[in-house]
């Protein structure tokens, strides 16, 4: 009988030791993870009602999520009704969305005096609708778009006096597919609210088709819409554009006297958020406002409705604009189809589609009928994306990179090759100094000649060893490079005052040159000191930026035709700032949008490749008011790496940054921690994660690599942290060929060292026998390290003895070591001390600030003698003509 307890217990103690082998592993904890947050559905509610904090007396979040709901079938609208939570008069100043297209296909925010219902949530695609008066559109959310911030002095007017008691979350469920692993639904919106009045008053104007039918196989039908407008005048600052399966662009305009002025113009495809509109456009008593949605009906067999389900389709145009508080119109609408011979005249722009990438394609598909066949790899790949974009990666120095002197002058331009190769671009022995230009901007230094040395080099990533060497006697002061597919060279030259296409092969073959050699202009067929080139991967259209004289990006064919110009775009409704230096560009392949790092304004925007139209603007108090370089990786949905650099007004530290492209939050910054930049002017990165800097002022290039300290897990708007287990290091000797890394200390020492932590042990307290075995396997380690010490002890006792009784003293003088790095590095970063606050950056506001123009510009020069000051280490060039605010 004794024999079955002992039975018992040896199976129990097996059956602990199998789970802590399991709980070490990080997928199995990651796995675990998700199916706490899945089945724990009474935290859904719970956890975001604790997020309603008053951050100060005037200014608080409100969250409005649904409770956990589990849709009954497709195409399911549930609403659900949040009383305002103050009787005062307060204002919505930011609209941060919560959810996923894989499960929402679109949110809606309401504003009324009596919703349909106080309890609970309802289904509201039926007749019963959302509010019993009029309801008010607030915000709009679809495919993954990204938070809404508002600009300064304005806010949508909510609570005493505004009419509007209660907010109304409608949500749209897709496809009952997107349910299948049964979890329940907490999407929502949170609002950053503020008691203080705004002077002016936000409103949405939704122009809508009721009527378009999308004939099968045709492939184009146009969806008009249009109404003259009698109220006070309006001030657009964004707008965003919807349609389903089959819309290929959306525009909208204002019409005056005959002119048709661009609102706003976008791809339905594209993530369907609010973009700031292209231009200042007042909207006035007498106008008329006019939108067109453009549908292809090839690939259906049937014909297409205007309706609530994704097989039918919708026309909206969503206009987001302020006016006067005293004469606030909270909503407007437009439904008149609009006439033939008005729409005779709408600008052609309006039924060019905007290309728009297959993965973004393909990632609606689950909206539709066809979801029930989407291919699961492509669900493993987004979820792989989601994943990396949740971890927090901290980018550290390589301190062995390169492994060999690779002898630049000041470094201009960086860039990677078809061969992942990275390419470098030095000046050699010239220098950008003081006497370089006269105040025409005309090279003052021709009789030194164009630079003898290899201005282009091929270097091994990994290793840092020149693989190739180019560019002798071509080049006079070196700036910026970028590489097509043809894996050809597009540089700028600021002495030359062009921009020039070379080939790859050795033998230094201008295969094309723009602008004139030495001369600089402002027109089509001249540049002033242009700084980079941005290459479309799809068309072989290049972008210049023109550049240290001239303020503007220009577009040319890949044979060298000019196709367009334009200049800065404006977040700012009051004034439009005018680019300062545009100094760097890169293109977003899936995007299809080229963003500048504009130097001097410390910004970085972006524009749609196709037309120019202003997108985005990303501008932070860490820049410290300069942006130099600007690189991408569409790792995680989209990752942003820039370099700052020094200035007269901030004080802040030269370093890089990694930036979240959708929600334009920092996620992590970096620098040398030995070696400080002293100028980082360009910046790239590699597929593999690693990022390289090219640096004028100290001439070389730093490699950065990455390191993940935690990740978090994210389904159903809610986020689980999981901490990854930190491994002791014991180093007993110091190998010089191999100079790990921390990671790769790391790595290396996990293949050898697989003793349980002493914390784990403890988490076994219940489970004796199995504590037990594990307290036994670590009594041997700990006597063999006791037994090691004693010798080492008792030498250094010996030494200091010695030391002691021939000078009677003795210094001790401890030296850095590859043991020391790495325990230093280690320490600080344990589970109960991880400083977050680079992932999870605060949300700040717009800075709408501009800076005035500088008399001197900064710097790639710096002098051989190395007690230079920094203010000597300068880029020298004419001051710009003074520019105007319009």
Known sequence: MMGVPVVCV????FMCHSYSLEMQNPIYRFKRSQENVLSDTSNCMSRFKQQRVLTNTDNFSVDIRMPGVVPTGSDTYLCMAFPVPTNRDTYIVDFIPHASMETVHHMLLFGCQTP?????????GSVQGTCEDEASIMYAWARNAPPAKLPKDVGFKVGRNSGMSYFVLQIHYGEISAFRDHHRDCSGITLRMTSKPQPFIAGIYLLMSVDTVVLPGKRVTNADIACDYTSYPIYPFAFRTHTHQLGKVVSGYRIRDGKWSLIGRQSPQLPQAFYPTKKEVHVKYGDTIAARCVFTGEGRTSKTYIGGTSDDEMCNFYIMYYMDSKHAIPYMNCMETGSKELFQHIPAEA??????????????????????????????????????????????????????????????????????????????????????????????QRSLGPIQQSTILVVDPAKGNILKASGRNMFYLPHGITID??????????????????????RDRTLLALGEAFTPGSDITHFCQPTDVAVDTGTGNIFVSDGYCNARILKFSPNGKYLSQWGAGSSDRRRRIPFQIPHSLVFLPERREVCVADRENGRIQCFITETGEFVKEIKKEEFGGKVFAITFSPAGGGLIFAV??????????????????????????????????????????TRDGSVFVGDAGSKSVFKFTTEKSHRSVKKAGIEVQELEEMEMIIQTKERPEHNLTKMGAIQEMQKVVQQPRPQEEAEKENHKSAKKANREQGILPAIITTLLLIPLLVVISMGVFICWRNNNRCEVKTEPSSMGGILGKIRGKAVGSLNLGNFFASHKGYSRQGFDQLSTEDSDQERNDEDSSDSENEEYSAVPPPQSSS
Not at 426 to 441: K, L, Y
Not at 656 to 666: A, D, H, L, R
Request: charged letters at 20%; proline letters at 4%; hydrophobic letters at 35%.
């Open 116 to 124: 349909v219902s106080t309890r609970s949530y309802w289904d509201c």
């Open 644 to 685: 700052n650099g020094a200035s007269a007004y901030h004080s802040v530290p030269l370093s890089g940054f990694v930036i979240n492209y959708s929600t334009k939050e920092i996620l992590d910054n970096f620098s040398p921690e030995k070696k400080e930049f002293k100028m980082p002017h360009d910046i790239v990165a």
């Open 485 to 506: 597919k043809e894996n050809n060279y597009w540089v700028t030259d600021v002495a030359l005052h062009q921009v020039l296409k070379v080939s790859s092969d050795g």
């Open 10 to 13: 040896l199976v129990l103690a």
């Open 351 to 444: 039924n060019v589609p905007i290309t728009v990438s297959p993965g973004h394609m393909n990632s609606g598909m689950h909206m539709g009928h066809s979801a029930d066949h989407q291919d699961t790899g492509s669900l493993l790949d987004k979820n792989k994306a989601e994943q990396v974009l949740d971890q927090d990666f901290h980018l550290e120095r390589v301190l062995v990179w390169p492994q060999s002197s690779l002898q630049l002058g000041q470094v201009s331009g960086l860039a990677l090759d078809t061969n992942s190769n990275l390419v470098i671009f030095h000046r050699g022995d010239h220098h950008w100094g003081e006497d370089s230009f006269n105040s025409q901007a005309r090279y003052q």
